[in-house]
């Protein structure tokens, strides 16, 4: 068979024509050329118009605004004498980054390129050793600001960490914060699609973030931030010799990142001296060490002095005391300056926009001769009486209400938190003798013998006690084994017939707690409230007690009589649920003292009046009688205090007590009074927490109190003289 016959039956293939693959090259590359020929001739555009204004703008100095800190006003005592005030300090700051033990990466690879040119910049076999010398340099450059500053390198070592512990914490803080509300954000349930069905292209877009938002921080490509502190200056060493700073400023390129400042810094010349009283100062609420974050971090962080604004000093502000009270007085406006630096943060120069104003002083009314005499009494008590845990003292101007000592034990030195010395302020936060607790105007005791003149003039303004009745004092109320006088307790016997006036001059109990049910206990709480117990005594400070009085409650249904008389008798023993504080007692005192006139003490002269018009607080016969018997309480051979009070020469008038304590803890010594007698110009009261027996801890230290006063010129000897004479 013929075989061509067949192969016109076959099927007919074609032969696919050849590519050539040149041609594919050939139109890539020329895609490739145009690509470069776009970008080269944006480059040319960009530098033909912009060039110039480019390189003369890379070329000018950085300008960052600054914060120019305040000198606080001065707290002056009555003479004159500052207790606080600011000092200007030389010292010197370092940039965070070079201090840091284990620099950050990014900014050591950014310096690093600075050093080199531009040619060798991507060289990884030039970067590498550059980087290596840098590290050398910032470690010899902190050696060398060590021993410039006679620290030696633990020292220095130890205060960079602190530095560095603070910063990485705040960084950490705020970067949680952050990172928190990045996945909150990311598992927000999103809004249902209007249709039945997202379309799938929707679904396909978020599901990346959904994803992101369940893993970690690097997984979800989240960054941090860096914050303020991370790029900023912050001071190792406060006070720094001139000749140390002299050699910083003079020599600038051999210390890069090291500035020398000029800051304020509060000072306390008397240390301890009235603490209670000044106070002390605290990191301000909105301070650079609460600055949030500054941007987001990369290799492309800013070099030092870079950023757009220079971060104001660390902001104090008074936290306690006066220098809380009077912080819009104190406190000065601070001023605004702009800084000029060339790109690796070197200064140029400085412009003050509008320099800082200093804040006004504060004149007290504190005798500073007094004070330091009171608290020398109040050491002195504490160190020989191994029961008190604290004490106070206050001396009042009977006249105008001036406060001449406010005198606390034990103290604190404020010092330490202008200093920020962590081991000194955890000292005075935990001390179980609570320095930082102000006894003078905070620390409310029972009063115990103390509350009987001023419930006498209660007694004889409710006209329900005459003054000049009789009751025999056998030495105990009603059973001998029950409330009964010191007296009894001691020696057996009773004070026989007592009139009120003797009452409280030989301290009978028996008496007070007899009439206390006849005058009644609305009667007797009234007065009280007169006299300012359970009120302000509105004094400048802040945080003052009030102290407490018992709450006139009406006996339950069916209850005895003896529920009110019970009451009545703790009130007029100054027992119970009365309590008061050592300046609400002088103040007390120098009421009876002046005729009825409350005053309010005074810390800070200049200021209002300090005894406003206000009614008297009883009548001028009641507060006859209770001046007599405060008078001879000290004077008389039998009165309860003469012991341990009287001083030749001198007329006291006052009463020694002591506020009773359940449970094996010592009572609580009390003594208040005034003098000269006759003629008062000085009120004052003594405590001590957990004293003992007032007679014996608290009466010694009000006579040397007064002998003091003496000698300082507070109370005419003169006078005191003739007054003691004619007592005699």
């Not at 600001?145 to 530095?163: C, F, K, P, Y």
Request: charged share 25%; proline share 7%; net charge positive.
């Amino acid at each position: 068979m013929n075989h061509a016959y067949w192969q016109q039956f076959a099927p007919q293939v074609e032969t696919a024509p050849t590519v050539d693959p040149r041609r594919r090259l050939r139109m890539l590359a020329g895609i490739f050329v145009l690509f470069w020929i776009a970008i080269i001739a944006r480059a040319a555009q960009l530098e033909w118009r912009y060039g110039a204004s480019f390189r003369a703008e890379a070329l000018k100095p950085l300008r960052r605004e600054i914060v120019l800190p305040a000198v606080r006003g001065r707290i002056l005592a009555r003479d004159g004498t500052p207790i606080a005030a600011d000092v200007r300090l030389l010292a010197l700051a370092v940039h965070y980054r070079y201090l840091q033990q284990t620099p950050d990466e990014a900014w050591l690879r950014q310096q690093a390129r600075l050093q080199l040119p531009r040619s060798q910049r991507r060289i990884r076999e030039r970067m590498d050793p550059a980087i290596n010398r840098l590290r050398s340099q910032l470690t010899d450059l902190n050696r060398r600001l060590a021993r410039l500053s006679g620290l030696t390198t633990e020292a220095w070592d130890a205060r960079v960490a602190r530095i560095e512990n603070r910063v990485e914490m705040l960084s950490a803080s705020v970067n949680q914060r952050r990172w928190e509300r990045f996945q909150n954000e990311r598992l927000e349930p999103r809004p249902e699609p209007t249709s039945a069905r997202a379309p799938w292209w929707n679904v396909a877009a978020n599901l990346p973030d959904a994803l992101r938002a369940l893993g970690t921080p690097e997984e979800a490509g989240w960054e941090g931030v860096i914050v303020k502190e991370q790029v900023d200056y912050h001071i190792v060493v406060e006070n720094l010799p001139r000749h140390v700073a002299d050699e910083i400023r003079d020599h600038a390129d051999r210390y890069p990142g090291v500035r020398v400042l000029e800051v304020p810094r509060r000072t306390y010349p008397g240390g301890k001296l009235a603490a209670n009283v000044v106070g002390h100062l605290g990191k301000e609420a909105g301070s650079p060490l609460r600055a949030p974050e500054l941007r987001r971090k990369g290799a492309n962080e800013q070099p030092p002095g870079e950023t757009p604004t220079q971060p104001a000093p660390d902001a104090w502000m008074g936290v306690l005391g006066l220098e809380h009270v009077c912080e819009s007085s104190l406190a000065g406006r601070s001023g605004d300056a702009v800084e000029n630096t060339d790109r690796r943060g070197q200064l140029i120069s400085t412009t003050t926009l509008r320099p800082a104003s200093h804040g006004r002083d504060v004149r007290l009314t504190l005798d500073l001769p007094c004070q330091q005499a009171a608290e020398a009494l109040l050491d002195r008590a504490l160190l020989c009486n191994r029961h008190a845990r604290g004490g106070a003292i206050v001396v009042l101007d009977i006249e105008d209400g001036d406060l001449l000592a406010l005198a606390s034990a034990p103290r604190f030195d404020p010092n330490a938190f202008a200093l920020a010395n962590n081991d000194a302020i955890h000292k005075s936060l935990t001390d179980a003798g609570r320095p930082m607790f102000d006894r003078a105007c905070r620390m409310a005791l029972p009063p115990g013998e103390l509350a009987q003149p001023f419930i006498a003039v209660a007694m004889l303004e409710s006209n329900r006690v005459p003054a000049q009745a009789a009751f025999p004092c056998e030495g105990f109320l009603r059973d001998p084994d029950g409330l009964c006088c010191k007296i009894y307790r001691r020696q057996g016997v009773g004070h026989g017939e007592v009139t009120l006036s003797q009452a409280i001059a030989c301290n009978c109990t028996v008496f007070f707690s007899r009439y206390a049910g006849v005058t009644g206990i609305d009667a007797m709480l009234e007065q009280a409230v007169r006299f300012g117990f359970r009120s302000a005594t509105g004094i400048e400070l802040d945080k003052v007690a009030r102290g407490s009085l018992p709450k006139p409650i009406a006996p339950a249904k069916g209850a005895p009589r003896e529920y009110e008389m019970g009451e009545a008798q703790l009130l007029a023993l100054g027992q119970g649920s009365f309590t008061a504080t050592p300046l609400q007692l002088a103040r007390a005192m120098a009421a009876i003292a002046s005729g009825g006139r409350l005053p309010t003490p005074r810390l800070v002269r200049g200021g209002a009046s300090a005894s406003p018009a206000v009614p008297a607080v009883a009548g001028t016969g009641s507060l006859a009688v209770v001046r007599d018997a405060l008078y001879h309480a000290v004077a008389d051979d039998e009165g309860a205090g003469h012991d341990a009070l009287a001083i030749d020469g001198v007329s006291i008038a006052g009463l020694a007590a002591t506020g009773e304590v359940s449970g094996q803890q010592a009572d609580h010594a009390w003594c208040a009074g005034y003098v000269p007698a006759e003629a008062p110009r000085i009120a004052f009261a003594v405590a001590l927490e957990h004293g003992g027996e007032g007679t014996k801890a608290a009466a010694p230290i009000a006579r040397r109190l007064v002998q003091r006063l003496i000698q300082l010129g507070w109370i005419d000897d003169s006078l005191a003289a003739k007054n003691g004479a004619e007592a005699r």
